[in-house]
């Protein structure tokens, strides 16, 4: 079973503050993704990645950074959080298969920001 | 652009009754993959099926999607709605740069 793991769980960050979310997979996929989740938006992706060192945005990846730093890390970097930020954020590791990818997502992160 | 639409937001109905959620798909690459991704209370989203071949049914725990090209849907329906179904399902598509699109989500409870 395909393993991701998000930290923290829950973050409350200042208007302002910088904000890191880390992600961690241990299956070996080329491929992660960042999402958010909002109520009446679905999942939304923010940036994503082919690989280590690689970074690609997303379809609202403005205000968000991110960075690649191995096959198994994935962070998601907020330099100036703001209220708009408050949000439910997935990680995601891609399976390529046979077939078609299969997303594996991690726990989630509930980040509000005050 | 590529986009997937899901028409219901939220879906209520009695067990027992049949479940069919809608789907449907706008995208210029003529062979894409479609996905039904359910997501139960406090957890994370996970796969329930997939397809990537026309007028072919793909089944998994008991639900069931056929692709159709010829109106681009992509529909997930089960014969009978148990109460443990009540969860948000995401409809998605890939298309040929390899980007996967989400819909909005539908909402399903299921009511004893």
């Known amino acids: 079973e395909a393993a991701v793991t998000q930290s923290p769980r829950n973050k409350v960050a200042v208007t302002g503050g910088k904000v890191t979310l880390s992600c961690n997979q241990t299956?070996?996929?080329?491929?992660m993704y960042w999402y958010r989740q909002d109520t009446g938006h679905g999942l939304r992706l923010i940036h994503y990645s082919y690989g280590a060192g690689s970074t690609e945005k997303g379809d609202i990846p403005d205000g968000y950074k991110a960075s690649r730093p191995s096959q198994e890390n994935f962070s998601l970097i907020l330099e100036l959080a703001t209220p708009s930020q408050t949000s439910v954020y997935f990680c995601?590791?891609?399976?390529?298969?046979?077939?078609?990818?299969?997303?594996?997502f991690g726990s989630g992160t509930r980040l509000t920001v005050l | 652009g590529d986009s997937v639409t899901q028409t219901e937001g939220l879906v209520t109905l009695t067990e027992g009754l049949p479940v069919m959620l809608n789907c449907t798909y706008q995208t210029i690459y003529s062979n894409p993959f479609l996905f039904w991704y359910v997501q139960h209370l406090n957890e994370s989203p996970r796969l329930l099926l997939k397809?990537?071949?026309?007028?072919k049914r793909t089944e998994h725990q008991g639900f069931h999607a056929t692709l159709h090209k010829s109106s681009s849907s992509f529909h997930l329906q089960k014969s009978s709605a148990q109460l443990s179904d009540s969860a948000l399902y995401y409809c998605?598509?890939?298309?040929?740069?390899?980007?996967?699109?989400f819909g909005d989500g539908t909402q399903l409870v299921v009511k004893p």
């Open positions: 995601a590791s891609g399976d390529e298969g046979a077939c078609a990818e299969t997303l594996y």
């Open positions: 397809s990537f071949t026309d007028n």
């Open positions: 998605a598509l890939r298309n040929s740069n390899n980007r996967i699109f």
């Open positions: 299956n070996n996929h080329n491929n």
